[in-house]
């Protein structure tokens, strides 16, 4: 077991080219939102582009899509039909994900059937790496020979039974145990949220201990989603990218804290990614 140190950070943030161009630092496709959940997506986008993504662009329902572009100019959404993903989507999804350099899906979507059917299509044609996130987890329930070793899936504990069946209790023996076990047996990166963050690619272990008592509210995951997807689409292998994620997502949500307290909003994180990259 490694402890994620700010070194690992560092490496994945290399000084730019003064004759860098918009692309060689990342484009992410995000696949999230619903009529019901909108504001997931847009936490993702915002978190990837505060991290380092050049382009990010959101597909989601409609309602999700408007709501998202609301939320800045920056963000680009590509409104889907209806109020919820579904198959008759995938083809346009898949097309998108082309010339992408890594997607992130799940965060906002719901658990319809039908969603969850057209995220295991999705996923079983996709080639990028993906961030396999939140109500996406959910959709891998039976389906786990399409599992890819260009990966990080990102459950809490709840989460993670709905994906092993295996629920990690409180304490960080059973949570390096079962994520070592799973992500072995899956052969991809799983990240494992929680109060000590744990991340293996079933040949490294790490723990990650950045992080504040007040990250609990709800979007938290969207935005360290985002950061897993920007690093990805930079080109870092997944089990770096999970691990620089979880630190950055935990010292800007420790930052927002100290100022925040109690009322720290996922958004509020946002601010201090970049003062944590540095």
Known sequence: MKIVSRGQIGKLFPKRKDWCHKGDFGNLFVIGGSKKYSGSPGLTALAAYRTCSDLVIIAAPERAANIASSFSPDIIAYPLEGDFLRTKHVKELLEAASHSDAVVIGGGIGRDKETLRAVVEFLGKVHAPCVI??????????????????????????????????????????????????????????????????????????????????????????????????????????????????????????????????????????????????
């Open 133 to 278: 996130d939140a109500d996406a987890i959910h959709a891998l329930e039976g389906n786990l020979s399409i599992i890819k070793n260009n990966w990080i899936i990102t459950p809490h504990s709840k989460e993670f039974k709905i994906l092993t069946r295996d629920e990690p209790e409180p304490n960080i023996e059973s949570r390096l145990r079962l994520v070592k076990y799973f992500s072995t047996r899956f052969r991809t990166t799983i990240l494992l949220k929680g109060y000590f963050d744990v991340i293996s690619d079933g040949e490294e272990i790490f723990v990650n201990k950045t992080g504040d008592p007040c990250m609990t509210k709800g979007g938290t995951g969207d935005v360290l989603a985002g950061i897993c997807g920007a690093l990805l689409a930079r080109g870092a292998k997944p089990i770096d990218a999970a691990c620089a994620a979880a630190y950055i997502n935990g010292m800007a949500g420790k930052l927002a804290a100290k100022d925040y307290g109690e009322g720290t909003l996922a958004s509020d994180i946002l601010e201090f990614i970049p003062k944590v990259i540095g």
